[in-house]
């Protein structure tokens, strides 16, 4: 994904790398390359960051970064801030996916102002793909505003789109070959 998450004026770059020693740690990187700052390690071979969007989620309107843990295990959302030299962890919270094992389908994940209020949200799936969540970073942690019932499972990526009175559409297909839009 490339951000100015800094606000300098350039953009960065931030990638997943892994290794088979500590798992998953989100990098980011100045666009000659050089590292600016990381984040935690998954803490375990195999563990996977599944990074899911960039925007303004902060309580306060900042910047974060927003990725999924494991999503195949627990799904444990964090929303990320630039400390300095560090990508810190704000806020988690588990029981949400960013896609399927196995799935091309990676664009599970999607931000936006489903509220029309002054924060971001992010929509994510739950783990078992039958209902979405828009979850808000706010002074307490993540708050879950609702969840979206799908009465099948979830089996698309979810496209979303901003109309002319600046609401939002999203839009999913299910395994039983039903559309759902919500605007």
Request: charged share 20%.
């Amino acid at each position: 994904m490339w951000t100015d998450l800094d606000g300098d004026g350039r953009r960065e770059i931030i990638a997943t790398l892994s290794n088979a020693k500590e798992g998953a740690r989100l990098v980011l990187f100045n666009e000659d390359g050089n590292i600016v700052a990381s984040g935690p390690t998954a803490g375990n071979e195999y563990r996977w960051r599944h990074q899911v969007a960039v925007a303004p989620f902060g309580p306060d309107g900042e910047i974060e970064i927003v990725d999924v843990l494991t999503p195949h295990i627990e799904g444990f959302v964090e929303f990320y801030q630039l400390n300095e030299d560090e990508l810190t962890v704000m806020s988690g919270l588990s029981g949400y996916s960013s896609h399927m094992f196995g799935s091309r389908d990676l664009d599970m994940a999607v931000a936006g102002n489903f509220d029309n209020d002054t924060h971001f949200e992010l929509l994510v799936p739950t783990q078992d793909f039958r209902e979405l969540a828009i979850l808000e970073h706010n002074e307490t942690g993540i708050h879950v505003q609702e969840h979206l019932p799908l009465e099948g499972t979830l089996n698309t990526n979810i496209a979303a789109v901003t109309l002319v009175n600046n609401n939002v559409a999203m839009g999913v297909g299910t395994d039983d070959g039903i559309l759902i839009i919500w605007y």
